[in-house]
Structure formats: C-alpha cells, structure tokens
C-alpha cells in the first residue's frame, strides 16, 4: 500500500517496505502469513545485527521488532537505528511477550511508535501496522507541500497567490487527516475536532484585542492547528487508551507522554521544513497544551508566559469541550459547571488573560457546543 498525497502527486509509488525482526522462525512465519496479500514487500531478519544491516540498506518504513532476540536486543537495535539520521526516520512497533509496563515505557522513549504484546491477534497487526504507515505517508506529504510551497513563495509570479492557496488548502486537508486518523483511535471523540478548531479560532480573535502583535492570519493559524493537539495520542498503545476504567499510575505516565510524541513529531517536520509559523504553532500546541498556568502540567513543567500564547488558549479550549462532553465515565456538564471550573483554574491552570477572553464570549462558545454536540 504505497502513500499517496493529494492530487498532483505523478507516478505509481512503489510497496512500502516492512521489516519483520524475530530469531523464531515460527514467529516469523505467522508475520509474513499476516501481512501477506497486504500490499506491503516484506523484508525478514533474524538477528539484531542483520535488522541494522537491512534497515540501513533497504531503509523501511515500518519495522516489527521483538525486543528478545539474541546478540544486539530490540532496544539496542532501536537505538542504533533513532541515532543514525538515515534511520531515524523509520517507524518501530515493539513485538514482545514482556507484557510489563516498565518494557513498554522504555521502548517508547527510545523512540518507538508502538508495542504489540505476544501473543498477538492478526487484524490487530495489520491495523497497527496500516496506522503508523498512514502517519508516515501524510508527514510525508506535509513536507512535501511545504517544500513546494516555499519555492513557489520564491518566485514572484503572477500565478504564485493562486498554487499558494491551493497548496495551502491541501495542506490543511493533510493537517486535518493526520488529526482525524489519531482521533479515530479515541471512540469518545465525535465531533471533538470541529468544536477545538472553533473554539481557538475564537478564543485567539478575542485575544487579539490584548495583543498588538496578533492578526487575523495568527488566528487562522491557531483555528487550523488546534486539531493536532492529541496527534500524539497515535503513539500510546490501545491497552492505555482504551481501558474503559481509571487509568494506574503507570498507565497515566504512559498517557502523558502523548503531547511529547505529538510534538516530536511535528518537530520533525519543523527541522526539514524551517521555521514556518504554522509548523512551529502547530509544535507548541501538541506539545504544550497540558502545561499549567502554574507549572504543575506537563511533559515539561512549563510556567505562566513561557508557555506558548496558543498552547494556552488550546488548554482552554480542551477542558471546555471534555467537561461538556459525555464521557462512559461521566455525563455531559452544563455549561454553568464548566463555565465554574474555568474561573476556578484562571492563575494556577490557565492563563487569566484566556479566561478573561473566555468569559468576553462565553456565550458564542456555548453555542457552538450545543450546535456542534456530538
């Protein structure tokens, strides 16, 4: 199953690579028998020595790693692999029947996508496996776009507005689908996605009138690249984000390192793309937008105005739409009670210059939540 991009995209692209990594030629047999007839070429190695060896090669897109394998494990050859700029790029799912959390954690921050507990059921391989490639493809095509976008920004043409706006409206529809696919991980989203894009719109043009240097064109920043905000979710394994029950403290440790994915990840694309405004608004918002006000949020403990301005507004917005969501573990508030938590959390939350704008609109926010329910 080749990426594809948005039309103008020329040629048929080639099968997507997938390493399968496994010293049990059994195990290796179920892998190819699974992804067989999935589109993909798959590419076998039995020890962590020759995964690097292939990996350096062949550069896949995907590689199933257990992380038991003899010599060089699955964690070392991960590391190998996210310290060498060729590599790094490849996305790694953790094969392995070590079922603890402490095992998930450190393969994750070593910079894998994902982990899959042995043993495993075959539709979950496939689906995981199509999801992380899906990523890939849509970054892919971002830089891309952005790329031809800067170029065409270089020449001063008389057709330049026109392609700009095209290639502005396709990437936004490529910012929106990577949104969407993370999103469709979480089965209590609904129309999640809709009401954050209008909610910071609003919220950002209302901070506007206490900010000489905002625009209009930062708030339609803001309202494009608020939907990226749980892109990192994509990373944490369906045991942590769909266990129907309170999450332990492990759990929640693994949980909160989604606004670290998310940002790394845009990141990324940041450093091939260059400091364009709207990647670096959409880096801070995954990234940041479980900060406090107060320094008690995370993943960096970030405090007051060091948080970025559209992280903030974000916060907000988030906390909003989840308090007046319904949730298997709680009903839909009002808008009173919501209302209430955020004039409670203004200087140890939030930020309360966005809840005094929060309050200006309150009622065009309510509104678009009552419109917009799921």
Not at 15 to 41: F, K, S
Not at 199 to 210: D, K, W
Not at 283 to 309: F, N, Q, V
Request: include cysteine; charged fraction near 30%.
């Amino acid at each position: 199953m080749g990426g594809t991009c948005p039309p103008g995209e020329a040629g048929i692209p080639p099968p997507e690579q997938v390493l399968l990594v496994d010293d049990t030629p059994a195990n290796l047999q179920i892998l190819h028998q699974t992804l067989r007839g999935q589109g993909y070429r798959l590419l076998v190695a039995r020890s962590g020595e020759q995964a690097v060896e292939i990996a350096r090669k062949a550069r896949p897109e995907l590689i199933l790693l257990d992380i038991m394998i003899p010599g060089m494990d699955g964690y070392a050859v991960c590391r190998v692999l996210k310290e060498a700029p060729a590599t790094r790029d490849i996305a790694i799912i953790f094969l392995s029947a070590l079922d603890d959390t402490a095992a998930k954690v450190r393969g994750l921050e070593l910079g894998a996508v994902d982990y899959i507990s042995k043993p495993f059921q075959a539709a979950e391989v496939i689906a995981r496996v199509e999801t992380h490639l899906k990523v890939r493809r849509l970054e892919q095509c971002l830089t891309r776009a952005n790329t031809e976008l800067r170029e065409l920004n270089e020449r001063l043409e008389d057709k330049v507005l026109e392609r700009t706006m095209q290639l502005m409206r396709g990437r936004d529809g490529i910012i929106y689908g990577m949104a969407r696919l993370a999103e469709a991980r979480d089965n209590e989203t609904g129309r999640h996605l809709d009401r954050m894009s209008r909610y910071s719109e609003l919220l950002a043009r209302q901070m506007t009138r206490a900010h000489a240097g905002l625009d209009e064109g930062w708030v339609v920043t803001v309202r494009t690249t608020a939907v990226l905000h749980d892109i990192g979710k994509i990373g944490i394994p369906d045991a942590v984000l769909h266990k129907p029950g309170r999450l332990d403290e492990a759990e929640r440790r693994i949980m909160n390192r989604h606004p670290a994915i998310g940002g790394d990840a845009l990141e990324e694309i940041q450093l091939r793309w260059g400091n364009d405004p709207f990647l670096v608004t959409a880096t801070e918002i995954a990234a940041s937008h479980h900060e406090k006000w107060d320094g008690s949020g995370y993943p960096r403990g970030l405090e007051g105005e060091d948080i970025p301005l559209a992280a903030r507004i974000v916060a907000v917005a988030d906390v909003y739409d989840a308090l007046r969501t319904e949730r298997v573990y709680k009903p839909a508030w009002d808008h009173h009670r919501a209302r209430q938590v955020i004039v409670e959390g203004a200087g140890s939350h939030f930020d309360p210059q966005v809840v005094e704008a929060f309050l200006a609109i309150e009622d065009e926010l309510e509104t678009i939540s009552t419109q917009w329910a799921d």
